[in-house]
Every structure is written in structure tokens, then in C-alpha cells.
T-cell receptor, first 112, second 113 residues
Framework: GEKVEQHESTLSVREGDSAVINCTYT??????FPWYKQEAGKSLHFVID?????DRKQSQRLTVLLDKKAKRFSLHITATQPEDSAIYFC???????????FGSGTQLTVMP | ETAVFQTPNYHVTQVGNEVSFNCKQT?????MYWYKQDSKKLLKIMFS???????VNETVPRRFSPQSSDKAHLNLRIKSVEPEDSAVYLC????????????FGPGTRLTVL
């Protein structure tokens, strides 16, 4: 089955810098790639997603890039702020599958 | 603004007991889910429920069973808890099963002594 690997378990950046979180997946049939954020002591909430028919999607300070050949996708956060500090989870789902498979999470810390 | 509600927030119990967790969503979504998040924050899908169709992750032990009265409610029962069941159980919902944003509840933290 699908496996999603999240490469950075922790990431520290200075406020105002950019942050990049990378994920890889194994199933070439995967077609949907969302990202979720979990702040300390809270539940997950959706931040952005990308589907396999595009290779880039931007929403304000967030950009997701998808490289289907390399089976890799990444979340780019520009102009980071302390409130961006959280665990970020990438996920993938294959076409026709009901399961969203999550990566292991990246703890992003934005230092003032 | 919370739209997926879970009760209780916390539950402490002993090995062998039965527990039940509730989840309700007010978003009018068709699909609901249960996830388990362990102490390392790893997330694993357990169940999906859509239009009275239940799909079970085959790795979930049989002591776990979801229960739904209507599309807004999906409860989770654990028949005889074991220490490895200690985790946070997250309920979520989405408009449909295919590629839609999932909205998560606050979670129920289960501790098995």
C-alpha cells in the first residue's frame, strides 16, 4: 500500500525566513495531496492541498509543489511568523482509495 | 469555530474495560472518519463511514467497532481495551469520500492503565 515519508522531523527557522517541508510517496496512482497543521495541544486543521493534474498551487504565503516523476511534494511557507509554529503533516491518497495516508509530521519552530 | 464535536476530552480506564467515544458533526457532511494518533504523533486511519457504508482499515483490531445512528454521528466503541490502545482518537468529517478537505474534532485522549 501507499507509504508517505516526511523527511524533516524538526525544522527551525527565523521569523521572516522561508520554510520548506518535503514528502515522498510510493504509489504512482496517488492523486490527492493535502497538508494539515496541528498546533500544540490542538487538533489538525487543513491548510492546503494539491491534485495530480497540476504541479503547483499557491494560497497566500503557502505554496505546494508536486513532482510526479520523483513522487515528491513539498510545502513552502514564506515570510514565516511565530504563529506558523506547529506540526505539519503531509498526506496522500490514491485514486479510488478511501484512505488518506499521513506522513510522520514535521515540527516547525519559528524563532522570533 | 468547532464543527466536529467529541466527547469525552479525556478518559482513563483499566485493561479489559469497555469504552465508548462520541463524535458529532454539524457540517452536513456525508463522510466521517476515526483516526488514532499515538504518542509519537503518528496518525492512522481506522474507519470511514459514508451513506451507511462502513469501510474498515484491515489493520484495526476487532475489539474496535464504529457505531452510527445517522450521518452526523459516528461513535467508537472499544470492547476490551489494551495498553497499546492509549492514544488520542480523532474524529473527522468531509463533504464526501473523494479528495475533500477533512475537518477534525478536538480528540479524545485515552489512557489505559
Amino acid at each position: 500500500g501507499e507509504k508517505v515519508e516526511q523527511h524533516e522531523s524538526t525544522l527551525s527557522v527565523r521569523e521572516g525566513d522561508s520554510a520548506v517541508i518535503n514528502c515522498t510517496y510510493t504509489d504512482t496512482a496517488s492523486s490527492y495531496f493535502p497538508w494539515y497543521k496541528q498546533e500544540a495541544g490542538k487538533s489538525l486543521h487543513f491548510v492546503i492541498d494539491i491534485r495530480s493534474n497540476v504541479d503547483r498551487k499557491q494560497s497566500q504565503r503557502l505554496t505546494v509543489l508536486l513532482d510526479k516523476k520523483a513522487k515528491r511534494f513539498s510545502l513552502h511557507i514564506t515570510a514565516t511568523q511565530p504563529e506558523d509554529s506547529a506540526i505539519y503533516f503531509c498526506a496522500a491518497r490514491s485514486s479510488g482509495s478511501w484512505q488518506l495516508i499521513f506522513g510522520s509530521g514535521t515540527q516547525l519552530t519559528v524563532m522570533p | 469555530e468547532t464543527a466536529v464535536f467529541q466527547t469525552p476530552n479525556y478518559h482513563v480506564t483499566q485493561v479489559g474495560n469497555e469504552v465508548s467515544f462520541n463524535c458529532k458533526q454539524t457540517l452536513g457532511h456525508d463522510t466521517m472518519y476515526w483516526y488514532k494518533q499515538d504518542s509519537k504523533k503518528l496518525l492512522k486511519i481506522m474507519f470511514s463511514y459514508n451513506n451507511k457504508q462502513l469501510i474498515v482499515n484491515e489493520t484495526v483490531p476487532r475489539r474496535f467497532s464504529p457505531q452510527s445512528s445517522d450521518k452526523a454521528h459516528l461513535n467508537l466503541r472499544i470492547k476490551s481495551v489494551e495498553p497499546e490502545d492509549s492514544a488520542v482518537y480523532l474524529c473527522a468529517s468531509s463533504y464526501n469520500r473523494g479528495g475533500a478537505e477533512q475537518f477534525f474534532g478536538p480528540g479524545t485522549r485515552l489512557t489505559v492503565l
